[in-house]
C-alpha cells in the first residue's frame, strides 16, 4: 500500500473524494488553458487573464508580459481572456476602438486565421500531451515484466506458505513448460483445482521443484473503481476464502457464484495479511464483452484476478516506452468512441455514462486504490477532456474550428448574428449533456 492508499485509509468519505476530483481537474485544466495560452503567445495573440477557477479571485499576480495570472473561488474550469475578448469565451470581440491596427494583431479576432486556429486547437492537444507523458512516466517508473516468467514479490498466503522465492525464474507449472510469457499464459488453461501446484523453477544454477498456490488462488489483483468490492473495503492481495457459505479454491469459482446470484447480497469471508474477517457486498449489473466479444449484462463485484506473486520487470528504454504508451493512448480512444456509440445506440445503458459525481468518485477510487491507479485515471480524464472540447458544438473547442473553417472557405466569418445564436445553441447543449450525465449520478445504481 502506498502513500495515496494509506492517506485515503486515513481520511475516507466525501473530503478525500472532493480534494482529489479537485486537484486531478485543477490539473487538466490548467494543462487545457496552458496549451491556449502558450501557443497564443507564440503566435502573438496577447492573453490579459489566465484564470484558474470561476467567481470571486482568491489570488492574483501579473507577469512582467501583462497577463494576470489568478486563481478563483469555484475551482471546476478556468480560462484564457485574450486581449480584445469581450468574456472568456474568446467568440465575440469586446470595443476594441481604442486600439491601434499592431495592437489589433494582438487580439484573438485581429490575428491571422492560422493563429486563431493553432492556439484553440493547443487546448485538446495539450490534454492529449499530458496524457502521453503521463503514460510515458509509467511505463518507465514502473517497467514491464520480464519475458521469462520471473518471480518478483511473493504475496502472503493463508494456506501452502509459498516456496517460491523473488528472483525464481518458472519453467514449468504442472509439468508444463513455461520459456516465455505466452506459454505461461497457456499453462494456466485447465489447471487441476487444487489449492497447491507443483512448479519448476530455475534458481540461481539449480532447478528445483517447489509447490505453491494455485495460478489461480482467489487473491484479489487490483479492485475496479466504483465497484462493490471498493465500497465493501477489498484491496489487493486479499484472499477470499468463502463467498455466500461456499468455501473458495480458484477465482473461477467467484465468477460462478456472483453470475448466480442475480443480485443478492453475498457474505463473504476474507483473509489479509494474517488476519481473517467478514463482510457483504452486494453485485453490480454490468455490461461487458463475452468471449466472442458481444455486449452483454453481467453481475460483477469488481475485482480482478491476482497471482501468488507478482512478475518481476525490467526497465524499458524512450522508444520502447513511446510505442508502449502510443498504443494505450490509441486504445484509450477507441474504447471512448465505442462506449459513446454503444451507448448512443442503445446498445448499452446510458447508466454507463459518468456525469461529475461520478467522475469525482472515480477519482476518489483510484486515488484510494494507490498513486499508480490515481496516475491511470488522471491519464484517462484528461484524453476524455481533450476528446469532449473537440466536439463541433458551440463554445467548446471543436465549435470554435468549425467557425474557423467557415471562414477559411467563406473568406469572411460568421455573422455575428448567427454567432451568438449559435453560442445560444452550443451552451444549451452542453448544459443538457451536464444535467443528463447528472442524472445518471443520482438515479443509476
Given at each position: 500500500?502506498?502513500?495515496?492508499?494509506?492517506?485515503?485509509?486515513?481520511?475516507?468519505?466525501?473530503?478525500?473524494?472532493?480534494?482529489?476530483?479537485?486537484?486531478?481537474?485543477?490539473?487538466?485544466?490548467?494543462?487545457?488553458?496552458?496549451?491556449?495560452?502558450?501557443?497564443?503567445?507564440?503566435?502573438?495573440?496577447?492573453?490579459?487573464?489566465?484564470?484558474?477557477?470561476?467567481?470571486?479571485?482568491?489570488?492574483?499576480?501579473?507577469?512582467?508580459?501583462?497577463?494576470?495570472?489568478?486563481?478563483?473561488?469555484?475551482?471546476?474550469?478556468?480560462?484564457?481572456?485574450?486581449?480584445?475578448?469581450?468574456?472568456?469565451?474568446?467568440?465575440?470581440?469586446?470595443?476594441?476602438?481604442?486600439?491601434?491596427?499592431?495592437?489589433?494583431?494582438?487580439?484573438?479576432?485581429?490575428?491571422?486565421?492560422?493563429?486563431?486556429?493553432?492556439?484553440?486547437?493547443?487546448?485538446?492537444?495539450?490534454?492529449?500531451?499530458?496524457?502521453?507523458?503521463?503514460?510515458?512516466?509509467?511505463?518507465?517508473?514502473?517497467?514491464?515484466?520480464?519475458?521469462?516468467?520471473?518471480?518478483?514479490?511473493?504475496?502472503?498466503?493463508?494456506?501452502?506458505?509459498?516456496?517460491?522465492?523473488?528472483?525464481?525464474?518458472?519453467?514449468?507449472?504442472?509439468?508444463?513448460?513455461?520459456?516465455?510469457?505466452?506459454?505461461?499464459?497457456?499453462?494456466?488453461?485447465?489447471?487441476?483445482?487444487?489449492?497447491?501446484?507443483?512448479?519448476?523453477?530455475?534458481?540461481?544454477?539449480?532447478?528445483?521443484?517447489?509447490?505453491?498456490?494455485?495460478?489461480?488462488?482467489?487473491?484479489?489483483?487490483?479492485?475496479?473503481?466504483?465497484?462493490?468490492?471498493?465500497?465493501?473495503?477489498?484491496?489487493?492481495?486479499?484472499?477470499?476464502?468463502?463467498?455466500?457459505?461456499?468455501?473458495?479454491?480458484?477465482?473461477?469459482?467467484?465468477?460462478?457464484?456472483?453470475?448466480?446470484?442475480?443480485?443478492?447480497?453475498?457474505?463473504?469471508?476474507?483473509?489479509?495479511?494474517?488476519?481473517?474477517?467478514?463482510?457483504?457486498?452486494?453485485?453490480?449489473?454490468?455490461?461487458?464483452?463475452?468471449?466472442?466479444?458481444?455486449?452483454?449484462?453481467?453481475?460483477?463485484?469488481?475485482?480482478?484476478?491476482?497471482?501468488?506473486?507478482?512478475?518481476?520487470?525490467?526497465?524499458?528504454?524512450?522508444?520502447?516506452?513511446?510505442?508502449?504508451?502510443?498504443?494505450?493512448?490509441?486504445?484509450?480512444?477507441?474504447?471512448?468512441?465505442?462506449?459513446?456509440?454503444?451507448?448512443?445506440?442503445?446498445?448499452?445503458t446510458s447508466c454507463n455514462l459518468s456525469g461529475p459525481i461520478g467522475?469525482?468518485?472515480?477519482?476518489?477510487?483510484?486515488?484510494?486504490?494507490?498513486?499508480?491507479?490515481?496516475?491511470?485515471?488522471?491519464?484517462?480524464?484528461?484524453?476524455?477532456?481533450?476528446?469532449?472540447?473537440?466536439?463541433?458544438?458551440?463554445?467548446?473547442?471543436?465549435?470554435?474550428?468549425?467557425?474557423?473553417?467557415?471562414?477559411?472557405?467563406?473568406?469572411?466569418?460568421?455573422?455575428?448574428?448567427?454567432?451568438?445564436?449559435?453560442?445560444?445553441?452550443?451552451?444549451?447543449?452542453?448544459?443538457?449533456?451536464?444535467?443528463?450525465?447528472?442524472?445518471?449520478?443520482?438515479?443509476?445504481?
Amino acid at each position: 500500500m502506498d502513500f495515496f492508499a494509506t492517506l485515503g485509509a486515513a481520511v475516507g468519505g466525501t473530503a478525500w473524494t472532493t480534494f482529489f476530483f479537485i486537484l486531478a481537474l485543477s490539473v487538466i485544466v490548467f494543462v487545457h488553458e496552458y496549451g491556449h495560452y502558450i501557443v497564443g503567445r507564440w503566435s502573438g495573440i496577447h492573453a490579459e487573464v489566465f484564470s484558474l477557477g470561476f467567481g470571486p479571485v482568491v489570488w492574483a499576480r501579473r507577469d512582467r508580459r501583462g497577463t494576470q495570472w489568478q486563481i478563483a473561488a469555484i475551482p471546476f474550469g478556468g480560462y484564457v481572456k485574450f486581449l480584445g475578448d469581450a468574456d472568456a469565451s474568446s467568440v465575440r470581440q469586446g470595443d476594441v476602438s481604442g486600439l491601434t491596427a499592431g495592437e489589433k494583431r494582438h487580439t484573438m479576432a485581429g490575428a491571422p486565421l492560422w493563429a486563431r486556429t493553432a492556439t484553440v486547437a493547443a487546448g485538446p492537444v495539450a490534454n492529449f500531451i499530458l496524457t502521453f507523458a503521463l503514460l510515458i512516466s509509467m511505463a518507465v517508473a514502473f517497467g514491464v515484466p520480464r519475458e521469462e516468467p520471473t518471480v518478483g514479490e511473493v504475496r502472503a498466503f493463508p494456506f501452502q506458505g509459498p516456496s517460491l522465492q523473488p528472483g525464481d525464474v518458472i519453467t514449468a507449472i504442472e509439468g508444463r513448460p513455461t520459456p516465455d510469457a505466452a506459454a505461461f499464459g497457456a499453462a494456466m488453461e485447465n489447471l487441476p483445482v487444487e489449492r497447491v501446484m507443483h512448479y519448476t523453477v530455475r534458481r540461481g544454477d539449480q532447478t528445483l521443484e517447489v509447490e505453491g498456490p494455485h495460478l489461480h488462488a482467489p487473491i484479489v489483483g487490483s479492485v475496479v473503481i466504483r465497484s462493490a468490492a471498493i465500497d465493501a473495503g477489498l484491496e489487493e492481495g486479499d484472499v477470499i476464502l468463502s463467498l455466500d457459505g461456499h468455501e473458495i479454491t480458484t477465482f473461477l469459482q467467484l465468477r460462478e457464484i456472483v453470475q448466480q446470484s442475480e443480485g443478492r447480497a453475498l457474505p463473504m469471508q476474507v483473509w489479509r495479511k494474517g488476519e481473517t474477517f467478514d463482510l457483504t457486498l452486494t453485485p453490480r449489473l454490468r455490461t461487458t464483452e463475452d468471449e466472442g466479444g458481444q455486449l452483454v449484462d453481467r453481475y460483477q463485484i469488481g475485482i480482478f484476478a491476482g497471482l501468488a506473486f507478482e512478475f518481476a520487470t525490467r526497465s524499458v528504454g524512450p522508444w520502447e516506452a513511446v510505442t508502449l504508451a502510443g498504443n494505450q493512448v490509441v486504445g484509450m480512444v477507441g474504447s471512448t468512441f465505442s462506449g459513446l456509440w454503444n451507448i448512443v445506440s442503445g446498445q448499452i445503458t446510458s447508466c454507463n455514462l459518468s456525469g461529475p459525481i461520478g467522475m469525482a468518485e472515480s477519482m476518489g477510487d483510484a486515488a484510494r486504490i494507490g498513486g499508480e491507479s490515481f496516475i491511470l485515471m488522471l491519464a484517462v480524464m484528461s484524453l476524455g477532456v481533450g476528446i469532449l472540447n473537440l466536439f463541433p458544438i458551440p463554445v467548446l473547442d471543436g465549435g470554435h474550428l468549425v467557425f474557423y473553417a467557415y471562414e477559411a472557405v467563406m473568406r469572411r466569418p460568421p455573422p455575428d448574428r448567427a454567432l451568438k445564436a449559435l453560442m445560444m445553441a452550443g451552451m444549451t447543449i452542453v448544459i443538457g449533456i451536464m444535467l443528463f450525465a447528472l442524472s445518471r449520478d443520482l438515479l443509476c445504481v
